[in-house]
Each structure stands twice: as structure tokens, then as C-alpha cells.
């Protein structure tokens, strides 16, 4: 919810003008992002407009005392001047009267808040129990590059740890420490770009290329996640789905996602760092993933008739024809993407 709201008061919207109006007139102001029941019993005094909204109307209003409430869209100015008048006992961490009505109001009435402050120069947004200080355009361009940066290695690392894991999948020389480290460097990849996704939301049309540059580094890492969950499910001594494994491991704190031990437990195995170097085979999902052209029911099917990636690649055409939705032509090219595959993996990995 917090990303969606950012999205509505970036740069480029009415929203922004609005609020970038106030700060320039070092006014100040309270903005309510909602009109409902709760709302309108802690509103005491003002005076109710109803109309169309605008930067320039949005401006005007916040000269004078008091809150302006505004539709849940941002569309329309309902009512200004009013004076909000929230449960006391509700908790704040802020001090300023201002600030403390606006986390106490986005609190009880369940509706985003917006503090400007004349004296900090700052925009605050209140979701519920979440403060979020909006920060320059400028500043915020230089931290998210920063932080593409930093994806833009993470995302080689990855590359290099899951073309090895390809290469010791075809070899059948899989460790549980193999498959825990491309994990690793999955979820590292996954948490970063959450981070840049939100910078993106918050920078609006401004962060346009950003948010382009955030999927290409991107590019197939979702699939990868549940793919690699999927191959080695199988080894796992627990009945687990593979979102139980996905959630597992984004669940774990950042402290121990850089202990492999760790990682295995989370996808099913003992968690024991001396077991890190038992083998392990996978299923073939990773690499049924890579033939072109193959549906995913057709996959499954594959998987469930030969049950290991080594059988699969050592299937000759007819077997494979044996499984239902692939015909001889298919089974053809089924072999050859498969041996292309093995053989450039393998190029890759000695060369």
C-alpha cells in the first residue's frame, strides 16, 4: 500500500505540485488522503468545498489553519480549514503537534496523511503505523543509482553461480552448498530490487529509466526462484510447496541469508553445515525452462515421466515421444536444445 501511495504523490503529479507549492511558501500543512466515517467525527470547524482539485486550490487552502481532506483518489477537495481531533490514547512517536495529529489520524481512521513542515522543509506521509519522509527528487535519483549499482553486481555474481550450477547439473556433480549458493544470490538479487522498486515508485516520472534498468537486471529472476525450489523439492525431507520454501527464504533476516547452512534448511535439507557437501540431483525444471517453446504443462509432464535431469538427458527421441503432448517433432527438438544446452554449459564452464 505504502508503494501505491508514493506513486500517487511523485514527482509529476498534481499531488506533488501541490505539496512542492506549499514547501515553497514555507506554509505548512495537513493533508488527509481519505474521506470516511472515522474522518469525519474527528473533524471539528471548517468548512466543506467539494470540488475539483488543483495544485494552486491545494496551496490556498493550507494558508489558513487547520486540515484540508481530500477524496482517497486525490480528485476532489472535500472539506478545509478543519481542526482533527484524534484519540488520545493512540500512540506517537512524533513530537510536533502537527506530526503527531497526522500518525494518529492515519492510525485510527486508516487513511494516508500528509505533514508538511515549514520549519524542516519536509514532506512526511503517514501510512497507518508507517512514517515516510519523502526526500528530493534529486537526492533520491543519486540513491537509487547508487543502488542499481550495487544490483548490477549482485546480478553478475548470480550469473556466474548459476551457470556453474548448470554445468554441474548436466556433470550430475550438484552439492546442497551449489544449490544454496544460487539461492543466496537469488534472494539477494529479489531484496535489492524491492528496495530500487520502491525508490522507482517514489520518483515517478522521473525514475522512467530507472525502472527500466530495474527489469532488465531482472530479466528471469522470479522464474529462477521457484524453478530451482522445484528441482530440488524432491530432496527435501519435509512436505513443503514451493511458496512455503519461497516464503521461508524471504523471511529470513539479512543476518543469516549469508549463512549457506542456513539457506538449505530453508529449502528442505538438514541445515547442518557439514551436510553442505552432500550430492544432490535435480528434477530438470531449470533446464526444461531454457528449450524454446515448450509449455509448462508439457514440462511437468517430462519431470514427472523421468523424475531426474540425468535420465532426461540420456532419453533418446522415442522415449521421450512416450510422454503425452510431445510428438516426434517436438521430442526433436526437445534432444537437440538439450544437447546444445549441456554443450555450451560445459564450453562455459572449462573455457
Not at 514527482?11 to 505548512?28: E, F, N, V
Not at 502537527?98 to 519536509?122: F, G, K, L
Not at 519522509?133 to 547508487?146: H, I, S
Not at 530453508?266 to 525452462?289: I, K
Request: glycine share 8%.
Amino acid at each position: 500500500m505504502l508503494r501505491t501511495i508514493l506513486a500517487s504523490i511523485a514527482p509529476g503529479t498534481d499531488l506533488r505540485d501541490g505539496l512542492d507549492r506549499i514547501l515553497r511558501g514555507r506554509t505548512g500543512g495537513l493533508i488527509v488522503l481519505g474521506w470516511n466515517r472515522s474522518i469525519e467525527q474527528m473533524c471539528t470547524g471548517g468548512f466543506t468545498i467539494d470540488i475539483e482539485f488543483s495544485p494552486t486550490r491545494l496551496r490556498e487552502l493550507c494558508k489558513m489553519d487547520g486540515a484540508v481532506v481530500l477524496t482517497t483518489d486525490g480528485a476532489r477537495l472535500v472539506r478545509a480549514g478543519v481542526h482533527l481531533m484524534p484519540d488520545a490514547s493512540v500512540h506517537t512517536d512524533e513530537s510536533g503537534t502537527r506530526h503527531r495529529t497526522a500518525q494518529r489520524v492515519a492510525i485510527q481512521a486508516d487513511v494516508p496523511v500528509i505533514a508538511v513542515s515549514e520549519s524542516m522543509n519536509a514532506i512526511t506521509l503517514y501510512v497507518g503505523n508507517e512514517r515516510h519522509q519523502l526526500e528530493q527528487p534529486t537526492r533520491l535519483q543519486d540513491r537509487t543509482n547508487q543502488a542499481l549499482a550495487t544490483l548490477q553486481k549482485y546480478r553478475n555474481r548470480l550469473d556466474e553461480v548459476s551457470g556453474l550450477l548448470s554445468a554441474l547439473e548436466i556433470e550430475d556433480l550438484v552439492t546442497v552448498r551449489d544449490v544454496a549458493s544460487v539461492s543466496q544470490r537469488l534472494e539477494m538479487v529479489s531484496r535489492i530490487s524491492e528496495e530500487i522498486a520502491g525508490y522507482v515508485s517514489e520518483l515517478g516520472t522521473d525514475g522512467r529509466l530507472s525502472a527500466l534498468q530495474l527489469e532488465e537486471l531482472l530479466a528471469g529472476v522470479v522464474d529462477e526462484r521457484a524453478l530451482i525450489v522445484r528441482d530440488y523439492l524432491s530432496a527435501s525431507r519435509r512436505t513443503r510447496t514451493v511458496e512455503d520454501v519461497l516464503v521461508d527464504l524471504a523471511d529470513l533476516p539479512a543476518s543469516e541469508l549469508i549463512d549457506l547452512a542456513r539457506i538449505s534448511e530453508a529449502l528442505g535439507f538438514s541445515g547442518v553445515a557439514d551436510s553442505l557437501d552432500d550430492p544432490v540431483s535435480p528434477r530438470g525444471y531449470r533446464l526444461l525452462a531454457r528449450v524454446p517453446r515448450l509449455p509448462a504443462a508439457v514440462i511437468d509432464r517430462i519431470v514427472e515421466h523421468f523424475g531426474s535431469l540425468q535420465r532426461l538427458l540420456a532419453a533418446t527421441t522415442d522415449e521421450l515421444t512416450q510422454v503425452e503432448g510431445v510428438g516426434e517433432m517436438r521430442a526433436r527438438g526437445i534432444r537437440e536444445s538439450l544437447s546444445r544446452l549441456a554443450e555450451a554449459t560445459i564450453f562455459e564452464r572449462h573455457h
